[in-house]
């Protein structure tokens, strides 16, 4: 048994970049947004198995490995702005560079009978399943099964742990008793709390911090995708005043999440309220994915 092959995709930080500072907590890796880094490792599927390699001292080498969740675009701190992979880290492990040259499991990132690391930065090989490490083969029905808010009685907690994970799901189940709407309200208030907190406590693209007029906007509307109702990178923190300009399509967001106005305002409030946005300032983690951002823009009539 287990001789199953199993698709990895093998990711090389050789220059041990800190993709955490740079992008936040769930960030494990970036590429660029031209050349040859533009094409690679495109359409990755959540739940794609990816270990990323990065120096240790004295000739060791660490390998995390992680869930693939979502790909967005996000700016290093000198503004240059990269292809950014986020997910779950789910374990990892240490070792010194010729043992996992000789590896199965990791010889991929080796030049052939060397311990020298390939170069380029992405590759994807078959492993057997039984050559991944152990705290990397989840169950699949026990970590991503969703979980219908109005089905149970959630702690806070739970619901926090259900949203960070993108397995809650709300309004999906029909519901019209009293208790269902309390549960369903319940799931709302925490997705509000953890978007909030996730942008500082601020409106994304200007200077509110008042906690009455912060809001957690859909990107992607609430009754235009109830399956993505739960997904915190479908949610962003915004103030009243550019929460109703969003939804009414007077701004959005580009690939590279800058701003973008609406050219033709004949109202000089909307003008002079557009014309103060700064710009879109990235969360401490749950970064909008840019299949929402998409979306959006769509809607909005600046696509096409
Ligand atoms: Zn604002």
Redesign the pocket.
């Known amino acids: 048994m287990s001789k199953i092959p199993y698709t990895v995709y093998f990711f090389n930080n050789c220059h041990n970049l800190d993709h955490v500072a740079y992008y936040g907590t769930r960030a494990f890796f970036d590429l660029g947004t031209s050349g040859r880094q533009e094409n690679q490792a495109r359409n990755l599927r959540p739940g794609q198995a990816c270990v990323v390699v990065s120096q240790s001292s004295g000739n060791r080498v660490v390998f995390k490995w992680y869930s693939f969740e979502y790909e967005t675009i996000l700016p290093r701190d000198d503004g240059v702005l990269n292809r950014v992979f986020l997910g779950r880290f789910l374990t990892s492990e240490e070792l010194p560079k010729s043992e996992a040259a000789g590896s199965a499991r990791y010889s991929a990132f080796f030049n052939k009978n060397t311990v020298h690391f390939k170069t380029g930065s992405v590759f994807h090989k078959d492993i057997p399943l039984a050559n991944r490490p152990v705290g990397t083969l989840e169950s699949k029905k026990a970590t991503h099964a969703p979980i219908d808010v109005e089905e149970q009685d959630l702690t806070d907690d739970e619901i926090d742990k259900a949203l960070r994970a993108n397995r809650l799901r709300i309004g999906i189940v029909p519901t019209d008793s009293q208790q269902g709407q309390v549960r369903q309200r319940r799931g709302q208030a925490r997705i509000r709390k953890l978007t909030v907190e996730n942008y500082g406590t601020r409106?994304a693209?200007?200077d509110?911090t008042d906690h009455a007029l912060l809001i957690a906007n859909h990107v992607v509307g609430w009754a235009e995708a109830p399956e993505h109702r739960g997904d915190l990178s479908n949610v962003i923190c915004?103030?009243r005043?550019?929460d109703a300009l969003f939804e009414a399509g007077y701004w959005s967001l580009g690939n590279r999440l800058g701003l973008l106005r609406k050219k033709s305002v004949a109202s000089n409030a909307i003008r002079q309220v557009l014309d103060g946005m700064t710009s879109f300032r990235k969360p401490l983690e749950f970064p909008p994915a840019l299949c929402f951002v998409k979306r959006h823009r769509e809607r909005a009539g600046f696509e096409g």
Do not use: A, D, N, Q
């Open positions: 409106c693209v200007c509110v915004l103030c005043i550019h």
